[in-house]
C-alpha cells in the first residue's frame, strides 16, 4: 500500500479526493472486474481510468509499475493506493456487505497470495482473452471515469 500523499503533486491533484480504479482496459479479465464494480457501486463510490491512458499511466510510472504489460490493477480507497489482490481485496471491502467476505483474500500469508496472483496476472490474456482496444462507454459510464487527457 502506497499513500496517494507519495504520488507527485500533479498526480494527486488529477486523482482528488475520490476512490478511483484503474485498470487494464485490454484485458478481459480486469474490464470484467471493472463492469463488476460500475454495476455493484451502486453510490457510485469509485471513478475510473485505464491503465493505457495518460492518467493511467502517469501513476502506473510513479509508483515504479511496468507501463507496457500492466499486471495490477490500481484501487485508491481512501487515500491509500493498493496493488495485486490487495486491490481486490480493498475494492470488495468498499462495496461493503457481502461483497467484504471475499475482501479476506487479504489475509492470505504472501507466500501463497502474491505467486497465486502472479501466476494469473501473467496467463490472463491467454486465460481469458484480450481486447484489440479499449472499450467505448456510453455517457452514462464515461461520467464515472476521470479525465484521462492527464499531462
Known amino acids: 500500500m502506497?499513500?496517494?500523499a507519495a504520488l507527485p503533486d500533479?498526480?494527486?491533484q488529477a486523482l482528488g479526493d475520490c476512490d478511483v480504479i484503474v485498470f487494464d482496459g485490454e484485458c478481459v479479465l480486469c474490464s470484467?472486474?471493472?463492469r463488476f464494480m460500475l454495476h455493484q457501486d451502486k453510490s457510485g463510490r469509485f471513478r475510473f481510468a485505464t491503465a493505457q491512458?495518460?492518467?493511467g499511466t502517469a501513476l502506473y510510472r510513479a509508483l515504479g509499475l511496468p507501463t507496457t504489460d500492466y499486471e495490477t490493477n490500481l484501487v485508491i480507497v481512501g487515500g491509500?493506493?493498493?496493488t495485486r489482490l490487495n486491490a481486490f481485496a480493498a475494492a470488495m471491502w468498499a462495496l461493503g456487505g457481502v461483497w467484504r467476505v471475499p475482501a479476506?483474500?487479504?489475509f492470505l500469508p504472501g507466500p501463497l497470495k502474491h505467486p497465486l496472483y502472479h501466476l494469473i496476472a501473467r496467463n490472463r490474456y491467454r486465460i481469458f482473452g484480450r481486447y484489440d482496444a479499449c472499450m467505448i462507454?456510453?455517457?452514462h459510464v464515461k461520467s464515472r471515469f476521470l479525465?484521462?487527457?492527464w499531462g
Open 32 to 34: 470484467g472486474f471493472f
Open 104 to 106: 479476506l483474500c487479504r
Open 10 to 12: 500533479d498526480l494527486q
Open 137 to 139: 462507454p456510453d455517457d
Open 53 to 55: 491512458s495518460p492518467l
Open 80 to 82: 491509500c493506493i493498493y
Open 2 to 4: 502506497t499513500p496517494v
Open 147 to 149: 479525465p484521462t487527457g
